[in-house]
């Protein structure tokens, strides 16, 4: 069904945004004047459609947002520096890393990151922080939630509805009891979200109760060897399982921000927690910390 | 599907169970269901901002259902809108007579 659901998709798409483009080009002033003078409109039951409904523009870069060679090379590296650092700790082959392993790439990550992380807190760790991530659904995050509510931006549109939301609640249940009660910090969790095998834990059966109250919403940072991209995200939901050959999942925005939003959507990352007690770590793309000055 | 200000005039049940019925995946499904809704929902906005006369009332309309206050929408619409019920139920009922052919097509051919 494959070529068929595509067919279709593609053309109901197509009708979809010449809707949406008619719908702005005839009633622009009133669509420009419900965005201003709504300040909960990403959150209502029109936001998502307004912002679908402006045509995205080109994003050309203006004069102080662009960066000199200098600053793209400073960039570039750090890159590098990342990746012959993590090339010559990292095994070859994609398995649980040993004690020492962790240790001198946590050490590698928090320094290039300036986000202190680490395989164990408080004796927890997980079953392994060197995996194959695979890519996940959108979550609901309150009850009556809808995989159009997700869209923040038209940009958002492509990932949000071709990814899909999975069926059933992640291992949390919601993340606000409902929508009234639903803040930025919840809808950041779900955007930035890991699945990561808490059940196969050392010890989890030991102590499940403790370890669901560590894993859930605990921060991790996500990194792609490969080309030293970086996200910081939160546990949000248990899996996949084992016969899956995965280790964890990302939410579609992790699997974005980490190169491996497109094509088969996977690949190796390192997952480590980080140590963040006063909440100050913001999820998202991190950068390296490196700052690059725009001028 | 989420509960619009016009979800109970609009017959959408049997295009729902056609899609459901089918041998599409859940989350095919799912993104089908997504893009009908939401050209419905832009269709029916479409449909009625270009019956107001005058800008003013266009914002007052917008104003209410970025709250979701359907019982304030449905006031206004009968203030300023003559037979605005009928007008919404055609323009979606066309704009899914177009969505249920597509599906035929694409299911049994």
Do not use: C
Request: glycine letters at 6%; charged letters at 25%; a neutral charge.
């Amino acid at each position: 069904m494959a070529s068929k659901y595509e067919s279709l998709s593609k053309k109901w798409a197509s009708r979809n945004e010449k809707l949406k483009s008619d719908l702005y080009k005839k009633h622009r002033p009133s669509l420009d004047y419900v965005f201003k003078s709504s300040k909960h409109f990403l959150l209502g039951s029109v936001g998502g459609l307004m912002l679908l409904a402006a045509p995205a523009p080109l994003a050309l870069p203006s004069p102080h947002n662009l960066i000199t060679i200098e600053q793209v090379s400073d960039q570039l590296n750090k890159k590098i520096s990342l990746y012959s650092a993590l090339a010559q700790a990292l095994p070859l082959e994609v398995r649980p890393l040993t004690s020492e392993e962790e240790q001198k790439i946590a050490d590698i990550l928090s320094g290039n990151f300036g986000v202190k992380v680490l395989p164990e807190i408080d004796g927890k760790k997980l079953n392994r922080s060197y995996g194959l991530i695979g890519g996940e659904q959108h979550l609901y995050r309150f009850p009556g939630d809808t995989l159009l509510k997700h869209a923040e931006s038209p940009s958002d549109i492509e990932m949000y509805l071709s990814s899909g939301i999975a069926p059933s609640l992640g291992a949390w249940r919601f993340f606000a009891p409902n929508q009234k009660d639903f803040t930025e910090k919840d809808m950041l969790r779900e955007r930035y979200y890991v699945a990561v095998q808490t059940f196969l834990a050392p010890d989890f059966n030991k102590n499940v109760g403790g370890y669901r109250d560590f894993f859930k919403y605990r921060k991790m940072l996500v990194v792609n060897p490969k080309n030293g991209q970086a996200v910081a995200a939160v546990i949000g939901d248990a899996g996949p399982a084992e016969w899956t050959g995965k280790h964890l999942g990302g939410s579609p925005e992790v699997m974005h921000y980490l190169g491996l939003g497109k094509g088969p959507r996977k690949g190796s990352v390192l997952y480590f927690f980080i140590d963040d007690p006063e909440d100050k770590v913001p999820l998202g793309p991190v950068e390296s910390i490196i700052k690059i000055k725009f001028t | 599907m989420q509960k619009q200000f016009y979800s109970h005039i609009i017959e959408i049940d049997t295009f729902i169970v056609k899609i459901e019925s089918s041998n599409f995946s859940d989350a095919e499904k799912g993104s089908l269901l997504s893009l009908v809704e939401h050209s419905l929902h832009t269709k029916i906005l479409d449909t009625i901002l270009a019956e107001f006369e005058k800008e003013e009332d266009k914002n007052v309309f917008l104003d209410h259902l970025v709250k979701d206050e359907h019982d304030k929408i449905w006031k206004h619409l009968g203030e300023k809108i003559s037979g605005a019920e009928e007008k919404i139920k055609t323009a979606a009922q066309k704009l899914l007579e177009e969505f249920h052919k597509d599906l035929e097509k694409a299911l049994f051919s």
